[in-house]
């Protein structure tokens, strides 16, 4: 039986971007004004508001015939939500739907199909006048009432067109797609599974955090406009900061989060510096920065502190939260190219990490202060980075349960050394798991039992900073996100000791070129990585792909070779292709010409190194995934997951024995992946953490 590709128009009287998706379907005021469907882009039926189901349709579904979408969880939540629940249709189960926009994620393809049919070279395109009226007639009018057909017959027959083009569009894009594998799918259901449960929010303690916040960016907006003498009227007003620090006699690159931590701590050494030569009298000693002047420290400061602010945060966390006060749809199934999940609405995946000093007993106390603001700060102020801290905390289970969460341990180090066959590392996973300490001894000559605290942190930006191919640069981003202070020079010799003592690692990142160049030159299957374990590479029509050790493929699109300047200056024929680039990331990424590209669809080129944290990133995906279908099994349900860690809700006396399931069956290794030592530990409690 041919599948249908589907589209709906709806409105409501709220907003599906701040309200969610889940909260979007189920109000009142949600409804549908038609909807397009057809097996192909030359036959498209239309229903609109008003009319019984169509009997075609009513068939095809209770013949167990397929349905595609694009974006397909918003049409099955419509459709469950609101046409079965207003208009009488029959439910539309999930084993019967295929999201068509899933499969272009996972062929590292625009997600948004208007950027995806001309990726895919698609002639079928949106229609912006169209587009223009669905916006407008999705929401209410002036007087809050909701647009009907009377209103205005002519923009709903553009609407309807509209609708169409749309289902051919995506139509014709998913005959250049590629169908998942059957594992894929299931993963896909279960995936929309967890979303649909979701997890409950602390929402008391939300708006607590929300007015702390607001009352301390109006103090530190105030402070900021006495310091800078009435120039600079907010904490957020980046480039009127940067023009007063400019008049001040200070050159600054920026005033990101790492351009200010900079700029202070290389004052804080130069001032050291200068107090040492005053000291001694001695001629000054090679300056290590600018000695920033009082007023122009104090304005960092402001920014630096302001900048802990998670209040978007927290209003997503309000705005999303359901009337039975669960958080849904916070996770996009395959949005990376490595296959890996990315966040959406309260964005689980870069919840703000707690500062070094702070414990699960801090964060305790911390939300038994939330109504006293003095108090916060006296204690463990100053309150923006208290509130930051608190972040993960308003992730809550039900009365009487906990939340179970279990991770993956240092999940990429193993990953990448199985891959590369660097079994030293390996044999530290297999015994006693110091992998940091394993690193520092290599890096220092010294035997493992006497490796210092300091040294370990340092192994540990190392082991994190390392293993694809980063120098100096990469080493030193990393320890600041881990506080630790060292000169480009040592950093330089930690990088070079770390290679000395990881050859297999180096190897692979040339291996896994030497694969690449071979596939796109002479057209073969080639391969990189120790035996058993390689990923295979093979060109075909405008992608290659990656075969991974799991089975799964990884795609790079419309690949080419070209001359192009490596990130240590090299000149040098490397594999370029097709992507989407963040583009507030876009230094990060080498983009170069290319007369296909379209706003984030970008060429960019690779490397070695990055292409093992491709690689090792889709193994981790991948165990998580195993995992994941190994915890519901076990009849435990995920409510979300975090990178390499799951999270389920479970009755409180049950907490402790479902962690210790979850951490023997997180340690099982699949069988795609013999020889790779996992293991996994976690924490239960009523409130989401840090493990």
Not at 290 to 319: D, F, G, H, N
Not at 391 to 418: H, K, P, Q, T
Not at 443 to 465: M, N, S, W
Request: hydrophobic residues 40%.
């Amino acid at each position: 039986m041919q599948s249908l590709g589907i589209d709906f128009e709806s409105f409501s009287q709220i907003d599906l971007k701040k309200a969610g998706l889940h909260n979007y379907a189920t109000d009142p005021s949600t409804g549908v004004h038609c909807l397009s469907y057809g097996p192909d882009p030359e036959h498209i039926h239309t229903w609109v508001e008003g009319e019984p189901f169509p009997v075609d349709l009513k068939a095809h579904i209770e013949a167990g015939g397929i349905v595609t979408a694009w974006n397909a969880a918003f049409e099955l939540a419509i459709w469950n939500e609101v046409c079965v629940k207003k208009y009488g249709w029959l439910p539309l189960p999930i084993r019967q739907v295929r999201c068509s926009m899933v499969r272009a994620y996972a062929m590292a393809l625009p997600g948004a199909l208007d950027d995806a049919a001309p990726a895919l070279g698609v002639d079928q395109r949106k229609d912006s006048e169209g587009h223009r009226i669905m916006m407008q007639l999705s929401r209410p009018k002036k007087d809050g009432s909701m647009w009907r057909r009377e209103d205005d017959l002519d923009k709903f027959l553009k609407l309807y067109s509209y609708n169409k083009q749309d289902v051919r569009t995506e139509l014709a894009c998913l005959d250049r797609l590629m169908e998942l594998s059957l594992s894929e799918c299931d993963l896909w259901e279960l995936d929309y599974k967890i979303n649909n449960r979701g997890v409950m929010c602390d929402l008391a303690s939300v708006d607590k955090g929300i007015a702390i916040i607001q009352s301390e960016q109006k103090r530190l907006n105030g402070e900021m406009l006495r310091t800078t003498g009435g120039v600079v009227g907010s904490c957020t007003e980046v480039q009127m900061l940067g023009k007063w620090i400019k008049s001040q006699g200070v050159e600054m690159d920026g005033l990101a989060k790492a351009d200010v931590l900079d700029a202070l701590a290389e004052s804080d050494a130069q001032e050291e510096v200068d107090k040492y030569d005053d000291l001694l009298q001695e001629t000054p000693t090679t300056p290590v920065g600018v000695v920033l002047p009082p007023q122009v420290r104090r304005a960092l400061e402001l920014r630096q502190e302001a900048a802990k602010s998670s209040t978007a945060k927290l209003i997503a966390m309000r705005e999303k939260t359901s009337p039975d006060g669960r958080i849904r749809n916070m996770h996009q199934f395959h949005a990376a190219s490595t296959g890996r999940w990315a966040g959406r609405g309260v964005q689980v995946q870069n919840l703000p990490r707690w500062r070094p000093d702070i414990h699960q007993s801090d964060i305790e106390a911390m939300f038994s202060m939330l109504d006293d603001k003095a108090m916060l700060d006296l204690f463990y102020g100053p309150s923006m980075a208290a509130i930051s801290d608190c972040i993960r905390g308003m992730l809550i289970a039900g009365e009487g349960n906990e939340l179970v969460a279990c991770d993956f341990s240092a999940i990429e180090a193993r990953a990448l050394a199985w891959l590369a066959g660097q079994e030293s590392v390996l044999e530290i996973f297999r015994t006693h798991g110091k992998i940091y300490e394993h690193a520092a001894a290599g890096i220092y000559h010294v035997p493992l039992d006497e490796v210092t605290k300091d040294q370990r942190q340092r192994g540990k930006v190392a082991i994190l900073a390392l293993g694809f191919g980063s120098g100096v640069g990469g080493f030193q981003a990393m320890a600041r996100t881990y506080n630790v202070q060292i000169s480009d020079a040592e950093a330089d010799e930690i990088k070079k000791a770390w290679r000395a003592v990881n050859q297999r690692i180096v190897r692979y990142w040339s291996d896994l070129e030497s694969a690449v160049l071979g596939a796109m030159k002479n057209g073969d299957v080639t391969s990189a990585g120790a035996r058993g374990r390689e990923v295979k590479f093979r060109k075909a029509g405008s992608f290659l792909w990656a075969l991974l050790p799991s089975g799964r493929a990884l795609c790079y699109p419309y690949p080419e070779l070209r001359m192009v300047t490596t990130p240590w200056g090299e000149e040098k024929e490397q594999l370029t292709f097709m992507t989407v680039v963040d583009m507030t990331q876009k230094k990060k990424a080498k983009i170069l010409p290319d007369p296909n590209s379209r706003g984030k669809w970008q060429r960019v080129s690779t490397y070695g190194g990055s292409l093992a944290e491709n690689m090792t990133q889709a193994v981790a995906r991948d165990l998580l995934a195993d995992a994941m279908r190994a915890v519901e099994a076990e009849g435990l349900e995920v409510c979300f997951h975090v990178h390499d860690e799951i999270v389920v809700e479970v009755q409180q006396f049950r907490a402790q024995y479902t962690l210790e399931r979850m951490m023997a069956s997180m340690s099982e290794t699949p069988v795609w992946a013999k020889g790779l030592p996992l293991a996994a530990e976690g924490f239960h409690g009523r409130r989401y953490r840090k493990g």
